[in-house]
């Protein structure tokens, strides 16, 4: 124990009605953690919740309390503390009492001293890794607070002021919109903004699952229920119990499925596949799909009784297309991510930009992280260019390299639809479009700005003349 390094002394209560006891653990203790004692049960609690204590110590036989009680009212109250139990050694009932009332282990009087340091080396351990994993829980969700999701566009700004009335409550979200716009990131900013996020957040893409599968996935299975159920198995609603379930292409399911999931948001309870025992779940649903419900409802293809419990905050994800403003943030990110991970020095030039800022993306945002993902990782210069750009998207089938480039013309000029005369923005109007968007993601800042676009401050200046584009007042002056 003395050869464990730890961040900090953790706080271990010895609570024994015998002074010797409470001495020699005092002067056994004290070079490892921070000890104190007392000979009392009823006042326990009381010290505990004054003391935050990590480690209890705790004699079954007290004075005022029996160590049961105080157990029992430990377990009662949620008090995250790891006990150890001491007591006679015939009284070993008792004792895995106390282990079904949360204690971490027990000993049996006289014990030995080499044996309890062994379990408080343990339970240190067992608290720095719960700690470790908060952190990391809470390096996560940080990820996905509200202020750091890539979204400055009006239509992400109002997803995200709907969210926050709601996020706190247990209202199931619905979640529509084409593949590849981030639903689950929406959805995962549900979890991790609400009072959820310190319980697990899960998620099944009910497209890829078999739905002679789907079943045990969500509700889990015992042992035996069918061929090939060897063990039980926790489903994800259970595994998700005070967290979150995020339901992907929800639309997949099967008409018996969705009855089976309708009960469960009625009642908050079902049974495991080949099980009778009711299970009480207290999971909020996120979900998700990139059909239009309504009409599958029309069609006779999906419940309109889930439909209505799904759809109580009601969420439209654009596509990217539809929010250009979001655009050159995502491809500040997507560089900035796969630059440092494949340890490359990869930008992109203006014009380039521009044609990413400016095409339709119909695989949206996950086509895009592609684009630069294959960008970074193939470019033999450092400065990306168009034909770059277009290559790549040829390779993926979305059209051949002059069909591409076509949609990105140098000149003014005229399409005509099938409907009516569509004017095409030139390259000049693109520039400054996208230069009025990088001047307000940088706050208008000349400088900060002119390093992104890898061009100089003289040049940025003469942009600026060129376009008639007034700084704003409250922008950083130089």
Request: glycine share 4%.
């Amino acid at each position: 124990m003395h050869e464990n390094t730890m961040d900090r002394n953790y706080k271990l209560l010895v609570a024994d009605d015998e002074k010797g006891i409470r001495d020699l653990l005092s002067d056994l203790l004290r070079d490892s953690f921070d000890v104190d004692t007392i000979d009392r049960g009823d006042t326990i609690l009381e010290k505990i919740k004054r003391n935050a204590h990590d480690i209890l110590i705790l004699d079954l036989q007290l004075p005022g309390m029996n160590g049961i009680d105080v157990l029992r009212q430990i377990y009662e109250e949620k008090i995250k503390i790891a006990v150890v139990v001491i007591t006679a050694s015939n009284d070993i009932e008792t004792a895995i009492t106390s282990m079904k009332l949360g204690a971490y282990d027990y000993l049996v009087k006289p014990f030995d001293t080499d044996k309890l340091m062994v379990i408080l080396k343990n339970i240190v351990e067992k608290i720095e890794l719960e700690s470790e994993v908060t952190r990391l829980r809470e390096q996560v969700g940080e990820r996905f607070r509200f202020k750091n999701i890539i979204g400055k566009s009006p239509q992400m700004q109002r997803i995200f002021s709907t969210l926050e009335k709601v996020i706190d409550t247990d209202s199931t979200v619905l979640i529509i919109g084409e593949s590849g716009t981030g639903k689950e990131i929406i959805a995962k900013a549900v979890h991790y903004n609400s009072n959820r996020k310190q319980f697990p957040f899960r998620s099944i893409d009910c497209s890829t699952i078999p739905q002679d599968l789907i079943g045990s996935e969500l509700f889990g299975h015992e042992k035996g229920a069918f061929t090939g159920a060897i063990s039980r198995k926790i489903g994800k609603f259970e595994v998700a119990s005070k967290g979150s379930l995020f339901l992907d292409e929800i639309s997949n399911l099967s008409i018996d499925m969705q009855a089976k999931l309708l009960r469960v948001l009625q009642e908050k309870e079902f049974e495991r596949i080949g099980g009778n025992q009711i299970i009480k779940v207290n999971t909020r649903i996120v979900a998700a799909s990139n059909r239009d419900l309504r009409e599958l409802v029309v069609e006779n293809k999906f419940r309109e009784d889930l439909y209505y419990r799904l759809n109580v905050v009601p969420v439209y994800l654009p596509p990217l297309r539809e929010r250009k403003e979001d655009t050159p943030l995502f491809i500040d990110h997507f560089l900035n991510k796969f630059n440092t991970e494949y340890g490359r020095d990869v930008n992109i030039e203006l014009k380039a930009r521009l044609f990413l800022v400016e095409y339709s993306w119909p695989g949206n945002v996950r086509q895009l992280e592609n684009v630069i993902k294959r960008l970074v990782l193939l470019s033999t210069n450092k400065l990306v260019t168009v034909d770059d750009i277009s290559s790549v998207l040829e390779y993926e089938n979305y059209g051949t390299a002059a069909e591409i480039v076509s949609a990105f013309p140098e000149k003014p000029q005229m399409r005509v639809s099938r409907s009516k005369d569509v004017t095409v923005k030139s390259i000049e109007d693109m520039e400054k479009d996208y230069l009025e968007r990088m001047l307000q993601h940088f706050n208008y800042n000349i400088s900060n700005t002119a390093r992104a676009l890898k061009i100089s401050r003289k040049t940025m200046h003469n942009k600026l003349k060129k376009y008639n584009i007034i700084i704003k007042k409250t922008a950083v002056m130089e």
